[in-house]
């Protein structure tokens, strides 16, 4: 999950930047003039939603070890660390990718993730706390569930659907709030501070709703990385993994939609799912359990 936090927050910034960025070299005022124009207006969204994509997705390795403190092992002669880099050495020729690069975090939660622009430049991270709680075999599951992201491009899909949601953002953001401004604050040429405080809002709201669709994609893949974890790894050593996850963070914290007052029940647990970037751990399992007998064997 942190992975994708990660990814959404830096691209909402990007993207929040580049609208400034627009606003100071007179962009947004020429395209609030020549609003009637929206093949044109879409072109500009487009490049800049794709272009805060795609520069999210470039920074993704850098920020990932700055934030997260990660530490990238190299030839280091701790053994634990070296079987680490054996394992996904082997996971990453199994599945046809080059060798990423591999780093340790501190969180005493059991956790893990992959990110990167290319799939053969990736960044693998795993946490003190997974290291410590999980077993060798279920650690090789989880690094055999990552290594799956890693190969199937998840990141650079993501990125792509990120893109077009962005430029519908951007898009939507300019055409509601020049009608807006016309409305009510008789702005007709875009340059007055109301527009643009108008269009960020919007954009800042419209980002938050849209961030639905790259959930829900976010969701199918979690289930073709479990399915490659199990694969890499045993079935059963990946159905152990989920069911010790269980173990460790449900019942789901409720405190970020307590912020805005959302109480638990049906309702409350529609919306968590809406913006859940991961299945619930009891749909995970139960969709490895379709693969057949969980034998914890290679």
Do not use: Y
């Amino acid at each position: 999950m942190k992975r994708i936090v990660l990814f959404l927050a830096t691209n909402l910034a990007v993207v929040l930047v580049l609208s400034v960025v627009a606003r100071l070299i007179g962009l947004d005022a020429w395209l609030a003039a020549h609003g009637s124009n929206l093949f044109g207006l879409l072109v500009f969204a487009a490049l800049f939603g794709f272009g805060g994509s795609f520069i999210s997705l470039a920074m993704s390795k850098s920020m990932a070890k700055m934030s997260m403190g990660v530490r990238v092992i190299g030839d280091s002669p701790d053994a634990s660390e070296q079987w680490l880099l054996g394992v996904v050495e082997r996971h990453a020729r199994s599945v046809g990718v080059g060798m990423p690069e591999v780093g340790i975090f501190d969180s005493p939660e059991p956790n893990a993730f992959a990110t990167g622009m290319n799939r053969n430049s990736a960044l693998v991270a795993v946490s003190t706390g997974l290291l410590q709680r999980m077993s060798h075999q279920e650690i090789e599951a989880v690094l055999g569930h990552e290594m799956t992201h890693v190969a199937n491009g998840d990141m650079v899909t993501l990125t792509l659907i990120q893109g077009v949601v962005n430029t519908f953002v951007i898009f939507l953001a300019r055409v509601i709030g020049n009608i807006i401004d016309r409305a009510v604050f008789g702005d007709r040429d875009g340059r007055g501070i109301a527009s643009f405080v108008t269009v960020i809002v919007l954009q800042l709201l419209l980002g938050i709703l849209a961030n639905i669709i790259v959930m829900w994609f976010s969701r199918r893949r979690e289930f073709r990385a479990d399915r490659g974890g199990a694969q890499l790894a045993g079935t059963g050593n990946m159905i152990a993994v989920l069911e010790d996850l269980k173990r460790v963070h449900e019942p789901l914290p409720a405190q970020q939609f307590a912020a805005f007052g959302i109480a638990d029940g049906s309702v409350a647990s529609g919306l968590k799912r809406l913006f859940m970037s991961h299945p619930p751990l009891d749909e995970r399992i139960a969709a490895l359990r379709t693969l057949g007998s969980p034998l914890g064997s290679h």
